[in-house]
């Protein structure tokens, strides 16, 4: 994913880990991609694709901010290199800037839109709020009505906090509503950072190393059976009327696992670094959740892209996921499933005292478990050419035989 306006935002979400990423730059800072960077980054990448449709991935902060001629000049930059391939885009924003010149442009140009918003009012404004304090709901659903009636085509991203993972069936029932057909459920996990990120200027910690101390999770990090739970719960009613009408992510993962597809999604991966970050001055990072100065693997300008991502640095940072997998995940019934899911989130020691525990472990084992039989029916289903919907009249026909 590439983030042109780099940590900069218009909003001060209270868990926001990305607002910080400011501070690891020089003061002063222009947080603007260059118009070389750019076009470097736009060349590279295409050139770099061995396949006739290319997606790029645009992210910030808030990418809005730096206005719609901006984006006139990348669609333009894009199809300057596309050399005959087709050419899609996405865009992740909080959909406070949108107006109807946005939505005419992302229309006209097949944008896919990722929409930030975490439930109900209540829900969403407990955290998503802007500079100001004030709260967003309003603005964010103001934007997603101008999204729908400019017929663009738009998914929503929720992070489940211990807030709103509290109501399960309000968030999802509320998104249904307003008329997302793919979403997306982001596990909230943020440390309190140690005395030395803390001096640093830092507001969380680092991922995790082999010599960090244990360090507490945030208060609004959503704990791991309530996690568990949530999920359970949203698929527990998804299952019986919404198969094949609304796409969650998380249910659609676990039926490419289930079915031997696969994953789809490196949380779940054997092995992960394919999912780099390119901040706004063209430095390109293992991963999104990795941006830090260790984890840096080069610059557009001084290095291809290519070099750096088959680098063997980058090879090291995928391949470790699995090598320090604890052998208590390895023992694991749904380690088929999980295979320890993030980085990120391995700060936990399992019980037997290995490090690396997942610290979502119980959340995932819950829901993996849960999930099992009816993963199991829908894999049949499409083994037999038939739609996986096709589950909610088998679960129908069995509560009417068994009232």
């Given at each position: 994913?590439?983030?042109p306006?780099?940590?900069?935002?218009?909003?001060?979400c209270e868990?926001?880990?990305?607002?910080?990423?400011?501070?690891?730059?020089p003061?002063?800072?222009?947080?603007?991609?260059?118009?070389?960077?750019?076009?470097s980054?736009?060349?590279?990448?295409?050139?770099?694709?061995?396949t006739?449709?290319?997606?790029?991935?645009?992210?910030g902060?808030?990418?809005?901010?730096l206005?719609?001629?901006?984006?006139?000049?990348?669609?333009?930059?894009?199809?300057k290199?596309?050399?005959?391939?087709?050419?899609?885009?996405?865009?992740?924003?909080?959909?406070?800037?949108?107006?109807?010149?946005?939505?005419?442009?992302?229309?006209?140009?097949?944008f896919?839109?990722g929409?930030s918003?975490?439930?109900?009012?209540?829900?969403?404004?407990?955290?998503?709020?802007?500079?100001?304090?004030?709260?967003t709901?309003?603005?964010?659903?103001?934007?997603?009505?101008?999204?729908?009636?400019?017929?663009?085509?738009?998914?929503?991203?929720?992070v489940?906090?211990?807030?709103?993972?509290?109501?399960?069936?309000?968030?999802?029932?509320?998104?249904?509503?307003?008329?997302?057909?793919?979403i997306?459920?982001?596990?909230l996990?943020?440390?309190?950072?140690?005395?030395?990120?803390?001096?640093?200027g830092?507001d969380?910690a680092?991922?995790?190393?082999?010599?960090?101390p244990?360090?507490?999770?945030?208060?609004?990090?959503?704990?791991?059976l309530?996690?568990?739970?949530f999920?359970?719960?949203?698929?527990?009613?998804?299952?019986?009327?919404?198969?094949?009408?609304?796409?969650?992510?998380?249910?659609?993962v676990?039926?490419?696992?289930?079915?031997?597809?696969g994953?789809?999604?490196?949380?779940?991966?054997?092995?992960c670094?394919?999912?780099?970050?390119?901040?706004?001055?063209?430095?390109?990072?293992?991963?999104?959740?990795?941006?830090?100065?260790?984890?840096k693997l080069?610059?557009v300008?001084?290095?291809?892209?290519v070099?750096?991502v088959?680098?063997?640095?980058?090879?090291?940072?995928?391949?470790?996921?699995?090598?320090?997998?604890?052998?208590?995940?390895?023992?694991c019934?749904?380690?088929?499933?999980?295979?320890?899911e993030?980085?990120?989130?391995?700060f936990?020691?399992?019980?037997?005292?290995?490090?690396?525990?997942?610290?979502?472990?119980?959340?995932?084992?819950?829901?993996?478990?849960?999930?099992?039989?009816?993963?199991?029916?829908?894999?049949?289903?499409?083994?037999?050419r038939?739609?996986?919907?096709?589950?909610?009249?088998m679960?129908?026909?069995?509560?009417?035989?068994?009232?």
């Amino acid at each position: 994913m590439a983030k042109p306006v780099g940590p900069i935002c218009n909003l001060s979400c209270e868990y926001c880990y990305y607002l910080e990423k400011e501070k690891l730059f020089p003061k002063g800072e222009n947080f603007r991609m260059k118009p070389d960077v750019l076009e470097s980054y736009i060349q590279q990448y295409i050139s770099s694709q061995q396949t006739d449709e290319i997606t790029f991935a645009w992210q910030g902060g808030e990418p809005t901010l730096l206005g719609l001629d901006y984006f006139k000049q990348i669609v333009a930059l894009e199809k300057k290199h596309a050399d005959g391939r087709r050419i899609n885009n996405t865009l992740q924003t909080n959909g406070t800037l949108l107006n109807k010149d946005w939505c005419r442009f992302f229309g006209d140009h097949d944008f896919l839109i990722g929409l930030s918003i975490d439930g109900p009012r209540a829900l969403h404004d407990a955290h998503r709020v802007d500079r100001g304090g004030k709260p967003t709901f309003d603005r964010v659903m103001h934007g997603l009505s101008l999204l729908k009636a400019h017929e663009v085509e738009f998914n929503t991203l929720t992070v489940v906090s211990a807030t709103n993972a509290t109501q399960p069936l309000a968030v999802y029932d509320f998104l249904r509503e307003v008329g997302s057909g793919y979403i997306q459920f982001i596990p909230l996990v943020e440390r309190l950072p140690s005395s030395e990120s803390r001096e640093a200027g830092l507001d969380f910690a680092e991922p995790p190393g082999p010599d960090q101390p244990e360090l507490p999770v945030t208060d609004w990090s959503v704990r791991p059976l309530m996690f568990g739970n949530f999920l359970t719960t949203i698929f527990d009613a998804w299952v019986r009327r919404d198969v094949g009408k609304v796409y969650v992510q998380m249910f659609d993962v676990s039926l490419g696992i289930w079915s031997d597809v696969g994953p789809g999604l490196c949380l779940f991966l054997p092995d992960c670094g394919e999912a780099l970050a390119l901040e706004h001055n063209g430095d390109l990072y293992s991963c999104d959740h990795f941006v830090y100065p260790k984890y840096k693997l080069g610059n557009v300008m001084n290095d291809s892209i290519v070099a750096m991502v088959n680098s063997a640095a980058q090879e090291d940072f995928g391949k470790a996921k699995s090598r320090t997998l604890p052998n208590y995940c390895r023992q694991c019934e749904v380690r088929y499933a999980c295979n320890g899911e993030c980085p990120k989130h391995r700060f936990l020691t399992t019980p037997d005292g290995e490090p690396g525990l997942n610290y979502l472990c119980a959340g995932y084992r819950k829901f993996f478990n849960h999930v099992d039989p009816y993963m199991r029916t829908m894999t049949q289903l499409l083994r037999a050419r038939k739609p996986p919907a096709e589950i909610m009249d088998m679960l129908r026909q069995q509560t009417e035989g068994l009232a």
